[in-house]
């Protein structure tokens, strides 16, 4: 049922957007593993557009928020207000409470408020004043950042990247990619005709039957050990969290179950690795004067973890 449903929405998204099919399915799986994405890429690349065809493909409620160096807290959670015909303070609702939530250029608003998002995207809930409001389910914050651009910007701190499930950058397309872009939005914009194909309810559904995604002892066991090599490697600094491991068990069992199998297996956990834990890494400095990068320290972790094979017994 859930490789089913994947493939509908993977199609219609598709209406839309060219050439990501990888991408499309990472958004599948944060989706079904509660998760939030983190899209790091330079501007015009698809990233807003993706999410409102993410948006549109499940019938959710979308709200984008702009992140600049003067947005405060309360513009991304609410405020309570005094209602004078009421006598009374009444809540305000910000654009947090939406299922799924655009933050667009994250890195540009302080760290004050990009704290705000902090409880949202562990909890799924904001406490305003003393008060605690739950927010909709299913709940999903995509957030964009400009790689290149670092005038006027405010790193994201290890906290903020931990509450990550993934980080991805969708890349230029090819020649003929773009050349199908053009081709595509030349007279309509296709995603203003574009139709839902899975009630938010069925998402529920999913994300608990993903759960159930047998993962053998084995498995479970290679997923710890390559977290737990990541704290060990001579050009880490900082090693992937317990919250790491977490995530990447579950992203293994969604894209298992995206895939229309019942069991994870360990090509599930090299495929998901880098999109998991190359965020929540902090590489020492003399490894970035090497000019080594995350994702390549990641692959050497991956292939120094003796992988489990399936007894003959």
Same mark, same amino acid.
């Given at each position: 049922?859930?490789?089913?449903?994947?493939?509908?929405?993977?199609?219609?998204?598709?209406?839309?957007?060219?050439?990501?099919?990888?991408?499309?399915?990472?958004?599948?799986?944060?989706?079904?593993?509660?998760?939030?994405?983190?899209?790091?890429?330079?501007?015009?690349?698809?990233?807003?557009?993706?999410?409102?065809?993410?948006?549109?493909?499940?019938?959710?409620?979308?709200?984008?928020?702009?992140?600049?160096?003067?947005?405060?807290?309360?513009?991304?959670?609410?405020?309570?207000?005094?209602?004078?015909?009421?006598?009374?303070?009444?809540?305000?609702?910000?654009?947090?409470?939406?299922?799924?939530?655009?933050?667009?250029?994250?890195?540009?608003?302080?760290?004050?408020?990009?704290?705000?998002?902090?409880?949202?995207?562990?909890?799924?809930?904001?406490?305003?004043?003393? +008060? =605690?409001?739950? $927010?909709? #389910?299913?709940?999903?914050? /995509? &957030?964009?950042? *400009?790689?290149?651009?670092?005038?006027?910007?405010?790193?994201?701190?290890?906290?903020?990247?931990?509450?990550?499930?993934?980080?991805?950058?969708?890349?230029?397309?090819?020649?003929?990619?773009?050349?199908?872009?053009?081709?595509?939005?030349?007279?309509?914009?296709?995603?203003?005709?574009?139709?839902?194909?899975?009630?938010?309810?069925?998402?529920?559904?999913?994300?608990?039957?993903?759960?159930?995604?047998?993962?053998?002892?084995?498995?479970?066991?290679?997923?710890?050990?390559?977290?737990?090599?990541?704290?060990?490697?001579?050009?880490?600094?900082?090693?992937?969290?317990?919250? +790491? =491991?977490?995530? $990447?068990? #579950?992203?293994?069992?969604? /894209? &298992?179950?995206? *895939?229309?199998?019942?069991?994870?297996?360990?090509?599930?956990?090299?495929?998901?690795?880098?999109?998991?834990?190359?965020?929540?890494?902090?590489?020492?400095?003399?490894?970035?004067?090497?000019?080594?990068?995350?994702?390549?320290?990641?692959?050497?972790?991956?292939?120094?973890?003796?992988?489990?094979?399936?007894?003959?017994?």
């Amino acid at each position: 049922m859930i490789a089913e449903t994947a493939a509908k929405l993977r199609e219609n998204i598709q209406k839309v957007i060219v050439g990501k099919d990888e991408i499309i399915d990472l958004a599948l799986i944060a989706m079904l593993c509660e998760g939030h994405i983190l899209l790091e890429d330079v501007p015009g690349t698809g990233k807003t557009t993706l999410a409102k065809t993410i948006a549109a493909s499940l019938g959710c409620t979308f709200r984008r928020v702009q992140f600049t160096p003067d947005l405060l807290p309360s513009d991304v959670t609410g405020i309570y207000y005094y209602n004078q015909k009421a006598q009374e303070f009444e809540f305000r609702a910000g654009p947090v409470f939406a299922q799924i939530l655009l933050a667009d250029e994250i890195n540009r608003a302080t760290p004050r408020t990009q704290s705000a998002l902090l409880e949202a995207m562990q909890e799924r809930q904001v406490t305003v004043d003393i +008060a =605690t409001h739950k $927010l909709p #389910r299913p709940f999903l914050v /995509l &957030a964009t950042q *400009n790689p290149v651009e670092l005038e006027g910007t405010f790193p994201l701190p290890e906290a903020q990247l931990d509450r990550f499930l993934l980080k991805v950058a969708l890349g230029y397309p090819d020649a003929n990619e773009e050349n199908d872009i053009l081709l595509r939005f030349e007279r309509v914009d296709p995603l203003d005709s574009l139709e839902k194909v899975v009630e938010p309810e069925e998402i529920l559904g999913m994300q608990t039957a993903v759960r159930q995604i047998r993962v053998e002892t084995s498995v479970r066991n290679y997923i710890v050990n390559v977290c737990r090599a990541t704290r060990d490697h001579e050009d880490i600094e900082l090693g992937a969290s317990p919250r +790491a =491991t977490m995530a $990447l068990y #579950r992203t293994c069992q969604a /894209l &298992a179950a995206v *895939n229309g199998r019942a069991f994870v297996i360990p090509d599930d956990v090299k495929h998901m690795a880098p999109f998991v834990l190359t965020h929540r890494l902090i590489v020492n400095p003399q490894t970035r004067l090497r000019g080594r990068k995350p994702e390549q320290v990641i692959a050497e972790v991956v292939a120094t973890v003796p992988v489990p094979v399936e007894s003959r017994e």
